[in-house]
């Protein structure tokens, strides 16, 4: 489904040269939960920007769902990115729109017709469970709320992918569980596959079926989780999982 090869990305920074992802290679099966976990700076986010193009990669072929990424013209770049949504830490609401309209926000951008455009609003909104609020605006919502109305958003184009970025390192742990259930279930409902770049070692065990830990630009384990994370090999995973850590 998501087959990243040999991906490389370096960055020009004032103190010279960055390699922020190095030679990285993975797939993600379809329907899978794929977290990415690593220290800061890892190339965590970067790699993750890298599977739509919001980062371009120096080298590396990017291919979702059978379709290479890296030759598209911009035009059908464009169309190929309405399979895949993104959530981040801050939510990205607008906060000038009620919830309904930030949800059909995708839905106008891709040109869906107005009078078809509640449907698939209210479809999302309900998998959230956040049909009641549809006529707030941002500034009256919680956390989890906000970032329930970004997952709603995300969705309503009904993409195959979800990539999520930090999606509860701002909320309490309790609303942490709950976003989490929410990512489960459009995976479980829906079939989406989503992939999660975490720090939190109580996300990643609870929701991946497997993760991926970086370090230093590079992919240095996959780790299963179904299988006793204990068979962890490398010594950062064995202090991530063995060790009860977290980052
Ligand atoms: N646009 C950019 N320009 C220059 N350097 C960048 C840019 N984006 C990221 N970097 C650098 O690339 C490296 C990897 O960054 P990235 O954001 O991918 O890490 P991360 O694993 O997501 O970290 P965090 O857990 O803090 O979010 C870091 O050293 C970062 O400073
Ligand atoms: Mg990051």
Known sequence: MIQLNNINKTYKTSSGLLKAVDAVSVHIEKGEVFGFIGFSGAGKST????????????????????????GLSKKELLKQRQKIGMIFQNYNLLQNANVFDNVAFPLEIAHVPKESRREHVEKSLAIVDLSEKARDYPAKLSGGQKQRVAIARAIVTEPKILLCDEPTSALDPQTTQSILEYLKRVNQDLGI???????????????????????????????????????????????????????
């Open 193 to 247: 596959t989503v992939v999660i770049v975490t720090h939190e070692m109580e996300a990643a065990r609870h929701v991946c079926d497997r993760v991926a830990v970086m370090e230093h630009g590079k992919l240095i384990e996959t780790v299963t989780m179904s299988a006793s994370s204990s068979l962890a090999q490398s010594d950062l995973a064995k202090m991530l999982f063995v060790d009860g850590g977290g980052i």
């Open 47 to 70: 790699l993750l920007r890298c599977i739509n193009l919001l980062e371009r990669p120096d080298e590396g072929g990017v291919q979702v769902d059978g379709e290479d990424f890296t």
